[in-house]
């Protein structure tokens, strides 16, 4: 069995900064595509940014250049550096990952999210 557990939320002033974290544990085998979404009330989910199991990377359009995604391979942990944040970043977050076991099948695992609030 696979679980993902975030980290890092919190309360923020506007121009702040936070790090979520991602640990992933249990039965696993192989990691593929990593990534972190977020859902405002009242909005659908949304990708914020994710990796490949290369390290290639993709932030969505409204983060780039204030969020960078990454890795710790050895700890199976992913990052969200969140820097000059804005109020409209509140929302809460979660972590995805394409992961796969000793079966060598693939599953789309998320964690249970992580509450990201940007306020004055």
């Known amino acids: 069995q696979v679980q993902l557990v975030e980290s890092g939320g919190g309360l923020v002033q506007p121009g702040g900064s936070l790090r979520l974290s991602c640990a992933a544990s249990?039965?696993?085998?192989?990691?593929?595509?990593m990534g972190w979404y977020r859902q405002a009330p009242g909005k659908e989910r949304e990708l914020v940014a994710f990796?490949?199991?290369?390290?290639?990377?993709n932030h969505a359009d409204s983060v780039k250049g204030r969020f960078t995604i990454s890795k710790d391979i050895a700890k199976n942990t992913l990052h969200l550096q969140m820097n000059n944040l804005r109020p409209e970043d509140t929302a809460v977050y979660f972590c995805?990952?394409?992961?796969?076991?000793?079966?060598?099948?693939?599953?789309?695992?998320w964690g249970q999210g992580t509450q990201v609030t940007v306020s004055s």
């Open positions: 990796i490949t199991s290369s390290g290639r990377k």
């Open positions: 249990g039965s696993i085998f192989s990691i593929n595509a």
């Open positions: 995805n990952a394409d992961i796969a076991g000793y079966s060598g099948t693939y599953y789309d695992y």
